[in-house]
């Protein structure tokens, strides 16, 4: 099935093609710019081009087409064109499927119209009936996401956006292939389902296309802001019983990709992710636009239960707050420089799988080294995002962090408190540096951890 093309209508009513699919462009040795034209039969032409000039934006129509193939013949096709508009013109899509494919969708209630592949309803109903019909069965589903898809359309306008979506799409398809299906589930987020890959080396071969492909698209054009994208993936029935579990536990791998950096795909592991399904101390962030609200609220349970309550342990507040911050640890000194008194280290418990703190985690011998000394603000906080830069200005810093694995950290020195420290790390090599917000209410955290200690 040939699955998109989009078409802009020109003032001499030409319908001249904007963008193509690899997958029709392959079919009909088309490209960007060349007259539809040339590729529709010419007793058809003519109304085609009415039809997409005289359709309005918003609303789409469906007219047969038959398509010229270059080694000679035709194919039948079902055009669906839906109408559309820029600043300065009119364009419209056109999702070309052949006629003998029409009993496998229905092309108006199936398909989405800004990409051509399932939409929402229609991959999750596939979804479900899958694994109830073979719950027996190896079943992976995979939830890809855009990276800063909002901002980029700020940045470059929809217009980029929608190539960036349909280049999205067309590497997503060709990985997956006829391993499994695809649909549109939001804006820019996108489910795949496949029962046709039989285990994780070659599922991780089909995520590193996507998020290499989609790289490499824009990549030479927009070298310092090129789009990415985040994946989370589970497996069924090994992993989760229902589609219900099996989306929730895909969506929060994806909220850990993009708070491991984005661009790249985490696969759960129940050894190393916890039973996300069941821990409770993990924050329940599953849309991404909250990832704010879901900070805010994690404040004022600081505040309530953990500061003014007492109800909330030292323990579930950092673990706690190393969810929510992609955080690969968090330790408490007091007066014992050389002893954690309360950490998080993203271990978990052998005997529940879930994710916990422990005490006595990590020795923090370099808490008043020179570099955390030299570096520390007005509120007490020290942030090191360039370890490599300490080999030369204080080596036994280097030598402690390279040899613990740490990347990022932030160290927040207690007030009234000689070796009173709060420690926020990362030992993930590709982890993004602390931002500025971070920073802020990281500081914020060790006041309240602070003030929390004085009064316990």
């Known amino acids: 099935m040939a699955e998109c093309l989009i078409g802009t209508v020109t003032t001499d009513r030409q319908l001249n093609i904007l963008t193509i699919d690899d997958r029709l462009r392959r079919l009909l040795s088309a490209e960007e710019g060349d007259n539809l034209g040339d590729y529709v039969e010419y007793r058809q032409m003519e109304y085609f081009v009415q039809v997409c000039g005289d359709i309005t934006p918003g609303d789409h129509t469906m007219v047969c087409a038959s398509l010229i193939l270059p080694e000679g013949g035709s194919l039948w096709t079902v055009a669906v064109v839906y109408g559309g508009e820029t600043e300065s013109e009119q364009i419209c899509r056109i999702f070309f499927q052949d006629i003998q494919s029409m009993e496998q969708r229905a092309i108006d209630a199936s398909l989405d119209p800004g990409t051509g592949i399932l939409n929402k309803k229609a991959i999750t109903d596939y979804a479900r009936q899958r694994m109830e019909e073979h719950p027996d069965a190896l079943t992976y589903l995979c939830i890809v996401d855009i990276d800063n898809f909002k901002q980029m359309n700020d940045n470059h306008g929809h217009q980029f956006g929608d190539k960036v979506l349909l280049k999205t799409v067309n590497v997503i398809c060709n990985a997956v292939g006829d391993k499994g299906a695809v649909g549109r589930i939001g804006g820019d987020e996108f489910l795949i389902i496949s029962d046709k890959i039989h285990d994780k080396e070659e599922l991780r071969s089909v995520l590193r296309d996507i998020r290499t492909g989609v790289e490499e698209s824009f990549k030479q054009q927009l070298p310092d802001d090129y789009p990415t994208v985040s994946i989370g993936c589970v497996q069924f029935p090994l992993q989760v019983s229902t589609y219900e579990d099996a989306f929730y536990v895909a969506d929060?791998?994806?909220?850990?990709?993009?708070?491991?950096?984005?661009?790249?795909?985490?696969?759960?592991?129940?050894?190393?992710?916890?039973?996300?399904?069941?821990?409770?101390?993990?924050?329940?962030?599953?849309?991404?636009?909250?990832?704010?609200?879901?900070?805010?609220?994690?404040?004022?349970?600081?505040?309530?239960?953990?500061?003014?309550?007492?109800?909330?342990?030292?323990?579930?507040?950092?673990?706690?707050?190393?969810?929510?911050?992609?955080?690969?640890?968090?330790?408490?000194?007091?007066?014992?420089?050389?002893?954690?008194?309360h950490g998080f280290t993203g271990k978990q418990n052998p005997k529940t799988g879930v994710m916990e703190g422990s005490d006595a985690v990590m020795e923090f011998p370099i808490a008043e080294c020179n570099e955390i000394v030299m570096r520390r603000n007005d509120h007490g906080v020290s942030v090191i995002d360039d370890v490599a830069a300490l080999k030369d200005s204080d080596p036994d810093a280097f030598v402690f962090m390279h040899e613990h694995g740490i990347h990022n950290i932030i160290v927040y020195k207690m007030q009234d408190n000689e070796k009173g420290y709060v420690v926020f790390l990362k030992t993930d090599s590709l982890a993004r540096k602390f931002s500025a917000s971070d920073v802020a209410d990281l500081t914020l955290i060790g006041k309240i951890i602070d003030v929390t200690f004085k009064r316990r």
């Open 252 to 341: 929060r791998m994806l909220y850990r990709a993009k708070e491991k950096g984005r661009n790249r795909y985490i696969i759960y592991v129940p050894e190393i992710h916890g039973d996300v399904l069941h821990c409770q101390e993990i924050p329940d962030i599953t849309n991404r636009s909250s990832v704010k609200i879901d900070r805010t609220s994690l404040m004022f349970r600081l505040l309530d239960d953990f500061l003014c309550s007492g109800t909330m342990t030292f323990q579930t507040a950092l673990v706690n707050i190393a969810a929510c911050y992609g955080l690969d640890g968090i330790y408490m000194y007091n007066d014992r420089l050389d002893v954690s008194m």
